[in-house]
C-alpha cells in the first residue's frame, strides 16, 4: 500500500485478555517502530526493528509485552493479560533506513482495556 | 534522560495571526530536534527538523531554529491559516536517526476564521 497500515483500527478486549495488533510498513522500508500514545500524552517509544530483529526493545514497559517481524516485514504487537492501564492508541512507523531516512507512521490501533 | 517540554495547549488564534509553540528539550550530546503534525483524522507527519546547533528547518511557512544555548526548538508561523488546526509534537532523537524519538505531549491548535 500507499502509507503504513495498521490493523486493527479500534480493539476492545476484557482485561485480562491477550491481544495482537498488526502493522504493514511501506514496502521497502527495513526499520520499523511502534510508539504507545496515552491519552493527553506524546507518543513513547516502544520497540524498533531493523530487518527481522530487534535493535532497541527497551521501550517495551514489561514482559507481557512482546513483538516480532519475522519475515522482516509485517509486524505484530502481542499484549498479554491486558491491564486497563495498557488502554493507549499503538504506532506504528518505518522508513527506508533508521539513520536519517522520515519514518512514516500509521494512523495508529486505539485499543481499549474493560 | 532525554525529555521534551512543550507548552500546553489548546492554543487559539484568529486567521492570519502569528503562531509560537515554545519547546525546550534535555539530551545528552548532540540531538536531532523535530517538529510533528496530527491533522484530525490522520496520521503523524514530520513537519520540520534540525539535525545541528543553529540549523533552521522549515516548510510550508513554519520555521524552528535548533538553539543550543537555550536548548530551545520554538515553532513559529507568520500567518496561520484554519488548514492549520491540528496537534503539534516538538520531539528529540539523540541518536541521529529516527530510531527512538523522545516527543512531547503535543500542543493542539485551533485557527478560528
Known amino acids: 500500500g500507499a502509507g503504513v497500515s495498521q490493523t486493527p483500527s479500534n480493539k476492545v478486549t476484557e482485561k485480562g485478555k491477550y491481544v495482537e495488533l498488526r502493522c504493514d510498513p511501506i514496502?521497502?522500508?527495513?526499520?520499523l517502530y511502534w510508539y504507545r500514545q496515552s491519552l493527553g500524552q506524546g507518543p513513547e517509544f516502544l520497540i524498533y526493528?531493523?530487518?527481522?530483529?530487534?535493535?532497541?526493545d527497551s521501550g517495551l514497559p514489561n514482559d507481557r509485552f512482546f513483538a516480532v517481524r519475522p519475515e522482516g516485514s509485517v509486524s505484530t504487537l502481542k499484549i498479554q493479560r491486558t491491564e486497563r492501564g495498557d488502554s493507549a492508541v499503538y504506532l506504528c512507523a518505518s522508513s527506508l533506513t533508521p539513520e536519517g531516512a522520515e519514518a512514516f507512521f500509521g494512523q495508529g490501533t486505539r485499543l481499549t482495556v474493560v | 534522560g532525554n525529555s521534551v517540554t512543550q507548552m500546553e495547549g489548546p492554543v487559539t488564534l484568529s486567521e492570519e495571526a502569528f503562531l509560537t509553540i515554545n519547546c525546550t528539550y534535555t539530551a545528552t550530546g548532540y540531538p536531532s530536534l523535530f517538529w510533528y503534525v496530527q491533522y484530525p483524522g490522520e496520521g503523524l507527519q514530520l513537519l520540520l527538523k534540525?539535525?545541528?546547533?543553529?540549523d533552521k528547518g522549515s516548510n510550508k511557512g513554519f520555521e524552528a531554529t535548533y538553539r543550543k544555548e537555550t536548548t530551545s526548538f520554538h515553532l513559529e508561523k507568520g500567518s496561520v491559516q484554519v488548514s492549520d488546526s491540528a496537534v503539534y509534537f516538538c520531539?528529540?532523537?539523540?541518536?541521529?536517526?529516527?530510531?527512538?524519538?523522545?516527543f512531547g505531549i503535543g500542543t493542539k491548535l485551533q485557527v478560528i476564521p
Open positions: 520531539a528529540l532523537s539523540d541518536s541521529g536517526g529516527y530510531q527512538k524519538v523522545t
Open positions: 534540525a539535525t545541528k546547533a543553529d
Open positions: 526493528f531493523q530487518g527481522t530483529g530487534a535493535a532497541d
Open positions: 514496502s521497502g522500508h527495513t526499520a
